[in-house]
């Protein structure tokens, strides 16, 4: 019993480190982006 929950915690913790990797991939995306769109809007 005691092995699942340790194995349940583990396959939780690894998805909120994936999450917070992914959306701090995407918001660096959307960033990157809204700048380009800025410079070429400013040329």
Do not use: P, Y
């Not at 909120?16 to 995306?29: F, I, P, R, S, Y």
């Not at 990157?32 to 769109?37: D, F, P, Q, S, V």
């Amino acid at each position: 019993m005691r092995s699942k929950i340790i194995m349940a915690v583990s396959v939780v913790f690894a998805l909120v480190l994936t999450g917070c990797n992914t959306m701090a991939g995407a918001g660096k995306d959307i960033s990157r982006a809204g700048n380009a769109i800025s410079n070429a809007a400013e040329k």
